[in-house]
């Protein structure tokens, strides 16, 4: 029983040691010089136009090219990670199916990863955990976790209604908001459009002097320079025409 103590001691003190040599390559000044780097990446999304293949669409990029029918569209993201060096890897994890996906420098063209995302009809949120690569001494170390929300497509976004009010919030193509139902759409949509026309209406019949009005108080800088320069020029030419008349009568 004494036997297995000592055994039990000795193997706990043997690990410890091995786990403290671990811990210890890990220096102040190369954690320092990782946590510098890695607050450069920065993620971001663009949209981007993919075509159906032929199977999917009925039309080949051929015929397409011959005008005899037109290749069906869809979107997706392309999602890039910047300022990715041999120093990193790092794991992109979605909330849609939960699946994860490792990167590093390799994967990279110039320090940019990019990688497509199509599922484009739900809101989604990438999970993004950067570590230090087997190129440091801190290999496998956490040092950043990025969130990056992508929207979804609206699919009232096509709507005529929204092509009346495209600035309009529920009219964006891509959007964070849960979905809503088309009758809760179509009655909010409509009063904007008629709060629009009818702000239009009364701009358009707005007495002179009031749009005179109007234009002073959203341009008064413009309007205090055009004063300013009007008046030094009035006061110029006042001095100019009183030299010359004192002048004469000399």
Known sequence: MKKRNIMAVLLSSFLLGISGVNASSCSYSEQAQLNKDVANIKVKYEEMTGYYDEEMSGCSEADEELGLCVRSEYNYFKVS??????DFYFTVENNQDNSMKKYSYSDSEGGIVSFDWKGIMNVTTLTIKVYASAKTECVHESLRTI???LPRKNPYYYYLQCSQVPEYYLCEKYVTFDE????????TVEK??????????????????AAVWNFIVENKVVVLIVVGVVAIGAVTTFIIVNKKRKKSVL
Not at 81 to 86: A, G, I, S
Not at 180 to 187: M, N, Q, V
């Open 180 to 187: 809503i139902p088309f009758y809760e759409f179509l009655d």
């Open 192 to 209: 904007e459009i008629e709060e629009k026309e009818a702000q239009q209406m009364a701009e358009q019949n707005v007495p002179w002097y």
């Open 147 to 149: 969130y990056k929300t």
């Open 81 to 86: 990670v910047y300022n990715v060096t041999e």
